[in-house]
């Protein structure tokens, strides 16, 4: 099932897209065009409930569907079975069962344990599916796979031939979005790990409850990013009344570590020793949100666990909102976050540069400036004050996270009426940072306009739900600066490319990748044999005069040329001679770029 909804703001004149867009387009013409949108914690039980139902088994390769289908058919209802591959080349099966009465049904009839001495056995939503002895499992179903290799992210190079034959830059942007954005299966999986944690710490914990929050459930996720996951311990009121007299006797901890972190050692010792998939736990605990990293090999997904930061699932939540109010708004976001990935502001590491989030609070302050039409965006302080009593969230460390939750209860004169495309969107975005007073002034998403930096910082973004802190205070005098010369470099190569179509590099092609950087890419493509290219083979070795010189003497003769005025003669005896015209052609480029 997919879960992608949104209200319907849509004015993307896309040829190529406007087919599976145009479902959006008449929520838009409708009257109650907001009435469709579908509130986070719904969106999340809904995932949660699907992930309860489901299993996970790895298989010897795709073929093994219709046996594992068979079997599993005999004891249980299956809704669908959804195939994928691990970087590690292994197979597996996510199958969705009906209801989870199917689910303990199979496990009950079906499962086992591995009869060794040296594995400690295990519940979990992860298994394996044993071959057969004896005659093979029979199945005459016309049942199809959901989906085959669903966890693969687009091939880059076909994105980028994609991405040069789009007619427009908006076209451009949209299909970036299309193709790199999490699909259902990815999301899917995160709530599968996340289920799987539950159950390995439920039988620690009582109450306990493991949510994705971040990219992979605001809706800005792409196809790879990581995955964030909250542990929160939920008492309800029934819970804790009064009048239950009977009290569960609890440990209380003492000792000179806060409880969070403790309970964050245990967890990485836990997730070391039981979780199976679970594979190069480190636990980070002094930072401001102490987490557990590791890697989930059997979903490839890389994931930071962190103790009761309901803060950062509330902030996803606004995330998710602002995303839906209007359709551009995804869209901009991913070109935005592939260009700076592209140009090094961001990085897959945290450091004193930008990440994700901030560039995202970016370009929503962007979309809440006026413009012809009235803002796209509404201000934060505007969600606020239109918010009721069931919207009242108060998070941990008493931080009211108050908002309006329901968009279908946004009233219609919060929604601008602007038409702006995506190209021009992406370019005034460029432009409006290119002119913004980063030395003096503050981006605040709760105002919807800036205001004066409080503190020295280098770049200023207000937090939305504690407003107080600057979620880019990490970012460092030179990597801001770096920052703005990139949105001026983007603003440049875009009002020259808007005009001006069809290079090389036109459009958002030259703002995600060079074509230099293209072909050196293509060049030296790991794992494709025929085109794996050595450093020795880019030198001449001439098959009629053997050569005696070593690739080291070439290389320093590289040098030389460089250093030393030679005439053109000499140049021309001396220039290295590569073994096909295209490669000396990429060779030449790359060294003129300096990429090397
Ligand atoms: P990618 O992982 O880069 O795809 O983006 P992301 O949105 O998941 O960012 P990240 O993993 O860095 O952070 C995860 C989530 O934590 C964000 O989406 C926010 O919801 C939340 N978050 C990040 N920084 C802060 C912060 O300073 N304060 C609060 N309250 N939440 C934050
Ligand atoms: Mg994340």
Redesign the pocket.
């Given at each position: 099932m997919s879960v992608l909804f949104q209200t319907g703001k849509l004015h993307l004149p896309i040829r190529h897209f406007r087919n599976k867009f145009i479902k959006f387009q008449s929520l838009k013409c409708s009257s109650d065009a907001a009435k469709k949108f579908v509130v986070f914690d719904e969106v999340n039980a809904l995932r949660r409930a699907q992930a309860q139902r489901s299993l996970v088994v790895q298989v010897s390769s795709e073929s093994s569907f219709k046996e594992l289908y068979g079997y599993c058919s005999k004891y249980a209802t299956i809704s669908d079975i959804h195939h994928y591959k691990n970087t590690s080349g292994e197979h597996f099966m996510l199958i969705e069962f009906e209801n989870e009465e199917n689910l303990t049904n199979i496990l009950q009839q079906c499962s086992s344990h591995q009869k060794d001495l040296d594995v400690m056995p295990i519940q979990s939503p992860f298994l394996w599916f044993r071959a057969v002895v004896g005659s093979k499992e029979s199945a005459n179903s016309s049942k199809e796979l959901a989906i085959k290799d669903g966890n693969c992210c687009v091939d880059e190079d076909l994105l980028l031939e994609e991405l040069a034959k789009c007619e427009t830059v908006s076209d451009q942007i949209m299909l970036l979005y299309q193709r790199t954005m999490l699909n259902d299966i990815g999301i899917r999986l995160r709530f599968m790990v996340a289920r799987q944690m539950e159950m390995i710490f439920q039988s620690l914990y009582s109450n306990i409850v493991v949510q994705p929050?971040?990219?992979s459930v605001?809706g800005?996720?792409k196809m790879g990013?990581?995955l964030?996951l909250v542990l929160t311990n939920v008492l309800t009121k029934e819970m804790t009344s009064a009048s239950r007299r009977l009290v569960y006797q609890d440990k209380k901890y003492e000792g000179r570590r806060t409880p969070w972190q403790r309970h964050l050692e245990l967890i990485a010792h836990l997730l070391q020793l039981r979780a199976p998939g679970a594979s190069r736990v480190q636990a980070i605990l002094n930072a401001r949100v102490p987490i557990v990293k590791y890697s989930h090999d059997l979903t490839d997904l890389d994931c930071?666990l962190c103790y009761n930061n309901t803060?950062?699932v509330y902030?996803?939540e606004l995330?998710w909102l602002y995303g839906s109010v209007d359709a551009r708004v995804r869209p901009l976001t991913f070109a935005v976050r592939r260009w700076a990935r592209a140009v090094g502001i961001t990085q897959p590491h945290p450091g004193r540069w930008v990440?994700?989030?901030p560039l995202?609070l970016m370009v929503l302050f962007f979309l809440q400036q006026t413009r012809s039409g009235g803002a796209i965006l509404p201000s934060f302080k505007y969600l606020v004050n239109k918010s009721g009593r069931e919207d009242i969230r108060i998070a941990e460390e008493n931080l009211n996270c108050t908002f309006l939750r329901d968009l279908n209860k946004l009233p219609a004169s919060a929604f601008g009426q602007n038409t702006d495309k995506l190209e021009t969107l992406l370019f005034q975005f460029f432009e409006f940072y290119s002119q913004f007073d980063f030395q003096e002034r503050a981006i605040s998403i709760n105002e919807g306009t800036s205001i004066r930096k409080p503190n020295a910082s280098p770049l200023y973004i207000v937090?939305p739900?504690?407003q107080a802190?600057n979620?880019s205070r990490n970012v460092s005098y030179e990597e801001c600066e770096r920052l703005k010369l990139e949105i001026r470099n983007a603003a440049w190569h875009l009002e020259t490319s808007l005009d001006n179509k069809k290079g090389d590099d036109w459009g958002l092609l030259g703002l995600i990748e060079k074509k230099t950087a293209r072909g050196l890419k293509q060049l030296l493509r790991l794992g494709n044999l025929q085109r794996l290219v050595s450093v020795k083979d880019l030198f001449k070795d001439d098959e009629n005069e053997p050569s005696t010189e070593g690739i080291k003497s070439k290389l320093q003769k590289f040098g030389k040329n460089k250093s030393t005025e030679k005439t053109d003669s000499d140049e021309k005896s001396e220039k290295v001679k590569f073994k096909n015209s295209q490669i000396a052609k990429e060779v030449f480029r790359i060294r003129r770029d300096k990429i090397l």
């Amino acid at each position: 099932m997919s879960v992608l909804f949104q209200t319907g703001k849509l004015h993307l004149p896309i040829r190529h897209f406007r087919n599976k867009f145009i479902k959006f387009q008449s929520l838009k013409c409708s009257s109650d065009a907001a009435k469709k949108f579908v509130v986070f914690d719904e969106v999340n039980a809904l995932r949660r409930a699907q992930a309860q139902r489901s299993l996970v088994v790895q298989v010897s390769s795709e073929s093994s569907f219709k046996e594992l289908y068979g079997y599993c058919s005999k004891y249980a209802t299956i809704s669908d079975i959804h195939h994928y591959k691990n970087t590690s080349g292994e197979h597996f099966m996510l199958i969705e069962f009906e209801n989870e009465e199917n689910l303990t049904n199979i496990l009950q009839q079906c499962s086992s344990h591995q009869k060794d001495l040296d594995v400690m056995p295990i519940q979990s939503p992860f298994l394996w599916f044993r071959a057969v002895v004896g005659s093979k499992e029979s199945a005459n179903s016309s049942k199809e796979l959901a989906i085959k290799d669903g966890n693969c992210c687009v091939d880059e190079d076909l994105l980028l031939e994609e991405l040069a034959k789009c007619e427009t830059v908006s076209d451009q942007i949209m299909l970036l979005y299309q193709r790199t954005m999490l699909n259902d299966i990815g999301i899917r999986l995160r709530f599968m790990v996340a289920r799987q944690m539950e159950m390995i710490f439920q039988s620690l914990y009582s109450n306990i409850v493991v949510q994705p929050f971040g990219s992979s459930v605001n809706g800005f996720g792409k196809m790879g990013c990581d995955l964030d996951l909250v542990l929160t311990n939920v008492l309800t009121k029934e819970m804790t009344s009064a009048s239950r007299r009977l009290v569960y006797q609890d440990k209380k901890y003492e000792g000179r570590r806060t409880p969070w972190q403790r309970h964050l050692e245990l967890i990485a010792h836990l997730l070391q020793l039981r979780a199976p998939g679970a594979s190069r736990v480190q636990a980070i605990l002094n930072a401001r949100v102490p987490i557990v990293k590791y890697s989930h090999d059997l979903t490839d997904l890389d994931c930071d666990l962190c103790y009761n930061n309901t803060s950062g699932v509330y902030m996803s939540e606004l995330l998710w909102l602002y995303g839906s109010v209007d359709a551009r708004v995804r869209p901009l976001t991913f070109a935005v976050r592939r260009w700076a990935r592209a140009v090094g502001i961001t990085q897959p590491h945290p450091g004193r540069w930008v990440t994700n989030f901030p560039l995202t609070l970016m370009v929503l302050f962007f979309l809440q400036q006026t413009r012809s039409g009235g803002a796209i965006l509404p201000s934060f302080k505007y969600l606020v004050n239109k918010s009721g009593r069931e919207d009242i969230r108060i998070a941990e460390e008493n931080l009211n996270c108050t908002f309006l939750r329901d968009l279908n209860k946004l009233p219609a004169s919060a929604f601008g009426q602007n038409t702006d495309k995506l190209e021009t969107l992406l370019f005034q975005f460029f432009e409006f940072y290119s002119q913004f007073d980063f030395q003096e002034r503050a981006i605040s998403i709760n105002e919807g306009t800036s205001i004066r930096k409080p503190n020295a910082s280098p770049l200023y973004i207000v937090n939305p739900l504690e407003q107080a802190m600057n979620v880019s205070r990490n970012v460092s005098y030179e990597e801001c600066e770096r920052l703005k010369l990139e949105i001026r470099n983007a603003a440049w190569h875009l009002e020259t490319s808007l005009d001006n179509k069809k290079g090389d590099d036109w459009g958002l092609l030259g703002l995600i990748e060079k074509k230099t950087a293209r072909g050196l890419k293509q060049l030296l493509r790991l794992g494709n044999l025929q085109r794996l290219v050595s450093v020795k083979d880019l030198f001449k070795d001439d098959e009629n005069e053997p050569s005696t010189e070593g690739i080291k003497s070439k290389l320093q003769k590289f040098g030389k040329n460089k250093s030393t005025e030679k005439t053109d003669s000499d140049e021309k005896s001396e220039k290295v001679k590569f073994k096909n015209s295209q490669i000396a052609k990429e060779v030449f480029r790359i060294r003129r770029d300096k990429i090397l």
